[in-house]
């Protein structure tokens, strides 16, 4: 069975931002889905290399593949049920870089958002996508 892991890149400077990373993180421990912090001082290369070891990766960028809701969580009984692990990564500040070129992006939207932001959607849609596989009515349509 694959792990999922959502990498960040640094912890949220406004507070709000990280509590809500928070509360979806620790429901989402209890689904073996993690949340890993990177340190926000590491240059886009240090933190390419230290998400890039194994398993597959999906970048989130504005520029890659929007999904609804329920696309979203069809990916994440896939990603639950395969071997391999699954590492879904929030940019650093400047964006990926060359870096888009090598893995699957993933668009939250076509809009920008600050990597923070990004980041509380992030956790929150892989968290919606847990509670459509599992049935319950905290995604409503």
């Known amino acids: 069975m694959g792990r999922i892991t959502v990498h960040i890149h640094g912890p949220a400077k406004e507070r709000a931002y990280g509590e809500m990373v928070k509360i979806y993180g620790d429901r989402l421990k209890s689904r073996g889905i993690n949340l890993l912090f990177h340190k926000s001082k590491k240059s886009v290369d240090a933190y390419f290399t230290e998400i890039n070891k ?25 990603w639950t049920v395969s071997d391999k692990d699954v590492n ?51 995604h409503r349509v």
Do not use: C
């Open 54 to 78: 194994s398993g597959l990766l999906f970048l989130l960028d504005e520029s890659g593949v929007e999904h609804t809701s329920a696309e979203f969580s069809n990916l994440v009984r896939e």
């Open 88 to 138: 879904l990564a929030i940019g650093p500040v400047d964006g990926w870089g060359e870096y888009k070129r090598t893995a699957d992006l993933i668009a939250l939207s076509k809009m920008t958002f600050p990597h923070e932001l990004a980041a509380v959607m992030l956790v929150e849609q892989v968290y919606r996508a847990t509670e459509i596989i599992k049935g319950t009515n905290y």
